[in-house]
C-alpha cells in the first residue's frame, strides 16, 4: 500500500465534496443566515445538535460562532432527554447535523423542540429525510461519496458539515458588523488577546532600554548606545527629542563595506530619515504587520503630537512578550 497516494485520494475525494456542496449552496444558506441573524437580534441563541461523529463537529460549530459573537451552546440529543432541555428558549433556533437525516435521537427531538417553539435549521444531506420535513430551512450538504473506501465511515461527510458551519458562522460575523476590537474582547487570552488587546505603548523600550543618540553624534558612540542597550538600532534625535532618524546593525555593515573611517563619521551622514515609525496607542496587531510588510526588525515609537521619540520596538522582543 502506497500510504502518501492513499492520504492525497482520501483528501481530494474531501476536496470534491466540499467543491460540490459549494457549488450547490443556494436559497437554504441564505434562509438559514437569515433565520440565524433574527434569533441573535431577538436575544436569542444558536442551539446546535448532532449524534455520533457529528456531536463534536456540533461542539466546534458553536464554538465558532460563540468565539465570533454569534451566542451558541452544543445539546447533545441523548442528554436533552434527560434535563438538557432546558436550556432551550423560545427565540433560540436549532442547528441539526445529521447527514442521513434519520438519525433516531434527531428525529425524537424534532417535536419536543417544535413545542417549544424553536424553529429548526437542517444541515443534511437528505433533504426528503423526516429532519428535512420537518425542519424550517434546509442546507444541504450532500456528497457524491466518503472517503471511506466502504462508503461509510462519515468522512466526507462530516468535513463539509464543519465547513458549511464554518460558513455560516464567518457570514454573520460580517452581517452583525463583528470587528477586531469585538474579537480581542471574547480572546482576552493567549497569543490572539495580546496580539488584539495590547498597545504599542505597553510593549515598547523605553528609558534605559531605549537607544537614544544626539544629532552630531559620531558613529562609535552610537554602536556604544546600542551595545549598553542591547539593541539593534538607535533613535537620532534633536535637542528636543524629536526624532530625525534612525541607524541599525544593518547600516553598519553596509557603510563599512564603503568606507573605512565609518567610526569617526556623524551619525547625521549616514542615518535613514524619515524612519518608519508608529504611535503609542496603536495595537500590537498593526506593529506585526508593518515588520511583516517592511522585512524590518526595528520600529521606532514617536509621539504623533510633539514628534518627540518615545519607544522602540525591536522584534526580537515578540516572542518573550507572546505576541508572535
Given amino acids: 500500500?502506497?500510504?502518501?497516494?492513499?492520504?492525497?485520494?482520501?483528501?481530494?475525494?474531501?476536496?470534491?465534496?466540499?467543491?460540490?456542496?459549494?457549488?450547490?449552496?443556494?436559497?437554504?444558506?441564505?434562509?438559514a443566515a437569515a433565520l440565524l441573524i433574527n434569533c441573535l437580534a431577538k436575544g436569542g441563541k444558536i442551539v446546535v445538535t448532532g449524534i455520533g461523529k457529528n456531536l463534536p463537529i456540533a461542539e466546534k460549530i458553536a464554538a465558532t460562532f460563540a468565539s465570533t459573537g454569534s451566542t451558541s451552546v452544543t445539546l447533545n440529543p441523548v442528554q436533552a432527554m434527560h434535563g438538557d432541555l432546558g436550556i432551550l428558549q423560545p427565540d433560540d433556533v436549532l442547528l441539526a447535523l445529521s447527514y442521513s437525516g434519520e438519525s433516531e435521537e434527531i428525529v425524537n427531538l424534532i417535536p419536543i423542540v417544535r413545542r417549544n417553539g424553536l424553529k429548526?435549521?437542517?444541515?443534511?444531506?437528505?433533504?426528503?429525510?423526516?429532519?428535512?420535513?420537518?425542519?424550517?430551512?434546509?442546507?444541504?450538504?450532500?456528497?457524491?461519496?466518503?472517503?471511506?473506501?466502504?462508503n461509510m465511515a462519515p468522512t466526507t461527510s462530516t468535513t463539509v458539515t464543519l465547513a458549511v458551519g464554518d460558513a455560516l458562522a464567518l457570514v454573520l460575523l460580517e452581517m452583525r458588523g463583528f470587528n477586531r476590537d469585538d474579537y480581542a474582547k471574547l480572546h482576552p487570552s493567549g497569543a490572539i488577546g495580546r496580539t488584539?488587546?495590547?498597545?504599542?505603548?505597553?510593549?515598547?523600550?523605553?528609558?534605559?532600554?531605549?537607544?537614544?543618540?544626539?544629532?552630531?553624534?559620531?558613529?562609535?558612540?552610537?554602536?556604544?548606545?546600542?551595545?549598553n542597550t542591547r539593541s539593534g538600532s538607535a533613535g537620532i534625535v534633536d535637542d528636543e527629542g524629536r526624532l530625525l532618524g534612525i541607524f541599525t546593525d544593518g547600516d553598519l555593515r553596509r557603510q563599512l563595506s564603503r568606507r573605512a573611517d565609518v567610526m569617526e563619521c556623524r551619525v547625521d551622514d549616514v542615518m535613514i530619515q524619515n524612519p518608519i515609525c508608529i504611535h503609542p496607542e496603536a495595537l500590537a496587531v498593526d506593529?506585526?504587520?508593518?515588520?511583516?510588510?517592511?522585512?524590518?526588525?526595528?520600529?521606532?515609537?514617536?509621539?504623533?503630537?510633539?514628534?518627540?521619540?518615545?519607544?522602540?520596538?525591536?522584534?526580537q522582543d515578540l516572542p518573550r512578550l507572546k505576541i508572535m
Fill in 196 to 227: 488584539l488587546l495590547l498597545r504599542v505603548g505597553d510593549i515598547m523600550r523605553t528609558g534605559e532600554r531605549l537607544a537614544t543618540v544626539r544629532t552630531g553624534s559620531r558613529i562609535k558612540e552610537v554602536l556604544l548606545t546600542m551595545t
Fill in 1 to 31: 500500500m502506497d500510504c502518501l497516494a492513499r492520504a492525497r485520494e482520501v483528501l481530494q475525494i474531501e476536496v470534491e465534496g466540499l467543491q460540490r456542496v459549494s457549488h450547490h449552496l443556494g436559497e437554504g444558506f441564505e434562509r
Fill in 287 to 315: 506593529v506585526l504587520k508593518l515588520f511583516e510588510t517592511h522585512k524590518i526588525d526595528d520600529i521606532l515609537v514617536v509621539d504623533p503630537k510633539t514628534g518627540k521619540l518615545v519607544g522602540a520596538i525591536d522584534v
Fill in 120 to 150: 429548526i435549521i437542517a444541515l443534511t444531506g437528505a433533504p426528503d429525510s423526516a429532519l428535512g420535513r420537518h425542519s424550517d430551512v434546509i442546507v444541504p450538504i450532500t456528497v457524491d461519496r466518503e472517503a471511506c473506501p466502504f
